[in-house]
């Protein structure tokens, strides 16, 4: 198994440009989510998923868009990056009956 | 969220022990977490303690768990610099995510 699996690694943006940063697991994981890591901040949820075509709001949303149109891939789109949004994204994905979370090895993300 | 509290420096000589303390929100939190993060590094789980049990031993980690007071604390035995990093406690709250303290920052110098 790969795992929790994140690209890009690294990605520079100017203000306004859009991206996707992609989250995908091969554990066959019914819930994922999002983070952002900041200094001095810990991590902030996001956007989570509990299944398939189901996707809701974490503590800091604006300015993000989600789907979840199979169980493997969960993508996160910067509609129009802000230099807010400069941070390290995490993904993570959890099974029903297991009590771990399995995180990404992050995406650090610049905006100039 | 409501935050997940903890403090944001710990500084300890090689060979004592470490005591990180949080306070979490959510009195029905089925499972509490530790993860560490080296810099520049992800999150790696170190332990986790199920909210039926009062403490956890896994080698030189011990979890303390207090519902009543909604406290959880790490005690690290005989602590070696290359446990230097930050620690985070998290919570489970809805749909399976996680809320997370802002991390304790553990200096271990010899």
């Known amino acids: 198994n790969a795992g929790v699996t994140q690209t890009p690694k690294f990605q520079v943006l100017k203000t306004g440009q859009s991206m996707t940063l992609q989250c995908a697991q091969d554990?066959?994981?019914?819930?994922m989510s999002w983070y952002r890591q900041d200094p001095g901040m810990g991590l902030r949820l996001i956007h989570y998923?509990?299944?398939?075509?189901?996707?809701d709001q974490g503590e800091v949303p604006n300015g993000y868009n989600v789907s979840r149109s199979t169980t493997e891939d969960f993508p996160l789109r910067l509609l129009s990056a802000a230099p807010s949004q400069t941070s390290v994204y995490f993904c993570?994905?959890?099974?029903?009956?297991?009590?771990?979370?399995?995180f990404g090895p992050g995406t650090r993300l610049t905006v100039t | 969220g409501e935050d997940v509290e903890q403090s944001l420096f710990l500084s300890v000589r090689e060979g004592d022990s470490s005591v990180i303390n949080c306070t979490y929100t959510?009195?029905?939190?089925?499972?509490l977490y530790w993860y560490k993060q080296e810099p520049g590094a992800g999150l790696q789980l170190l332990t986790y303690i199920f909210s039926n049990m009062d403490m956890k031993q896994d080698q030189r980690l011990t979890v303390l768990l207090n519902k009543k007071d909604k406290h959880l604390s790490l005690r690290i035995a005989d602590t070696q610099t290359g446990d230097s990093a930050i620690y985070f406690c998290a919570e489970i709250i809805t749909g399976y995510a996680l809320n997370f303290g802002k991390g304790t920052s553990l200096l271990v110098t010899p």
């Open positions: 993570a994905s959890r099974g029903t009956a297991e009590f771990e979370q399995y």
């Open positions: 959510d009195s029905s939190s089925t499972y």
């Open positions: 998923s509990v299944g398939a075509g189901i996707t």
């Open positions: 554990m066959n994981h019914e819930y």
